[in-house]
């Protein structure tokens, strides 16, 4: 995927939000990322720190929550859950490609602690 | 003091496309994203397509590669408007960048826009732009394998194209199971069977996109 992007969008969110608030500084931003987004956790904890520097966010914390995706086969109707870094394509009870994927898209930042 | 928020982070990037969307509906112009990898056809597709419709249709084109205006080059010969986007090293396009470069079409004279991504079967299909429809292209010589190997661009493309299909009989390759794989992961995904350097099923092509713009 695309972490030095992704790092850099959420800095300018995280950034735009805190100094809406009337704050100058952040302390932690909290992310969830499912793993069907095919975002490598490590590549987005290095571009954040490189690219925080010299921004309100120089200090912050990146926290990740990853998220396993799951899904319900529209074949055999067994809902699960895989922790498999990318789209689960076949269904691991019945071989089906016909899935509907219910979580593991998430790319959300959820939380952030500021002063 | 903690902050709740709850935003998507590529939130960016869709609010851009859906901007370009509307300002695609507004100019009635149809808008076609057109991904494969490298030296699949996308370009060669482009140039069977336009001289097909272009006295029915007004085409434009954008077309995006890493560097070089090549792709614009073969366009241009062709007598309808382009625009070449160099991305200087993104593997795919994104909405600011359409964004940027519609505002040098004369879109208020189209019917059809088609925007060539960058050759890569990975990414440009996790990026909208402001398109209609994705329509993608597979060539024989890439393999019976890549639909299950690159499932996402299979999945988002209402269109599958299969080139160079005047190289059946010479391949290992097998079509049906191109075809039985892209409709297990995409069932309603439309399928032609082209060669554009013989022409062979460009008429089926054009004839569906031509019903499909009107």
């Not at chain 1, 809406?20 to 931003?29: A, D, E, M, V």
């Not at chain 2, 709850?6 to 808008?31: C, P, Q, S, W």
Request: glycine fraction near 6%.
């Amino acid at each position: 995927m695309h972490e030095a992007s992704i790092a850099s969008e959420l800095l300018n969110i995280a950034i735009n939000e805190c100094s809406k608030n009337g704050y100058s500084k952040i302390q932690t931003i909290k992310v969830i990322i499912g793993r069907a987004t095919g975002v490598m956790t490590d590549a987005l904890l290095f571009a954040f720190d490189v690219l925080k520097e010299n921004t309100p966010a120089e200090s912050a914390n990146l926290i990740i929550e990853e998220i396993p995706v799951r899904g319900v086969c529209k074949d055999c109707g067994k809902e699960f859950e895989s922790n498999e870094p990318y789209i689960v394509v076949v269904c691991p009870v019945c071989g089906s490609f016909s899935l509907e994927i219910t979580a593991g898209k998430e790319l959300n930042i959820t939380e952030m602690e500021v002063n | 003091m903690k902050l709740k928020v709850t935003t998507k982070i590529l939130d960016a990037n869709e609010r851009i496309a859906e901007e370009n969307k509307k300002m695609f509906k507004e100019a009635g112009v149809y808008v076609i994203n057109l991904m494969s990898s490298p030296g699949a056809g996308k370009t060669s597709l482009l140039e069977r397509t336009i001289n097909a419709i272009k006295d029915k249709v007004k085409v434009g084109v954008i077309e995006g590669d890493i560097t070089g205006t090549n792709d614009a080059e073969r366009i241009d010969r062709l007598g309808v408007p382009v625009v070449q986007i160099n991305t200087e090293g993104a593997c795919h396009l994104d909405a600011n960048m359409i964004a940027d470069s519609a505002k040098e079409l004369p879109l208020k004279d189209l019917d059809l826009l088609f925007i060539e991504n960058v050759g890569n079967l990975v990414c440009p299909a996790e990026f909208k732009v402001g398109e209609d429809i994705k329509v993608m292209i597979l060539s024989l010589t890439e393999g019976d394998d890549k639909p299950l190997k690159y499932p996402l661009m299979f999945q988002e493309s209402s269109v599958l194209i299969i080139n160079k299909i005047d190289l059946k009989d010479l391949l290992d390759v097998s079509v049906d199971k191109i075809r039985k794989d892209a409709l297990s992961l995409n069932p309603k995904i439309k399928i032609f069977e082209v060669s554009c350097k013989t022409g062979q099923g460009i008429d089926e092509w054009t004839n569906w996109l031509l019903t499909n713009i009107s």
